[in-house]
């Protein structure tokens, strides 16, 4: 949905942050002896502690890339990489656009990430 509002609004360089709280949450973590990313459901309604991200452009269109840090009713944190599938109770956000050159990704060999391109 970020990147969603990001293309309507042209917004191809910048920063998302949010708060809020969501029902369920899918986050990603990178390993990287594998170079892929491990899924980790996080079934429970838990608080947005914090999002944080940028917007950038892949393959010629804008994208979010964020990372959530979570906590449960016991004050218990999770996180990791933003994940589709992760459905959003309430959300309060704030997408700053940047200007200046616009930063693309692309693929980086070192890592297996899809990274920005000087």
């Known amino acids: ?30 390993n990287q002896d594998r170079r892929q990313y491990q899924e980790i459901a996080i079934d429970q309604p838990c608080e947005i502690l914090s999002l944080l991200g940028n917007i950038s452009l892949r393959e010629g269109a804008a994208m979010v890339h964020a990372h959530l840090s979570l906590s ?6 999770f996180g990791g990489h933003l994940v589709a599938g992760t459905v959003v109770f ?29």
């Open 1 to 30: 949905t970020l990147t969603a509002r990001c293309r309507a609004a042209g917004i191809t360089l910048g920063r998302v942050e949010a708060i809020g709280a969501v029902e369920k949450a899918r986050v990603g973590f990178y």
């Open 72 to 77: 449960d009713e016991q004050g218990r944190a």
């Open 90 to 118: 309430a959300c309060e956000y704030v997408l700053t656009p940047f200007s200046g050159a616009e930063l693309a990704r692309g693929a980086d060999p070192d890592t297996g990430l899809p990274l920005w391109q000087e």
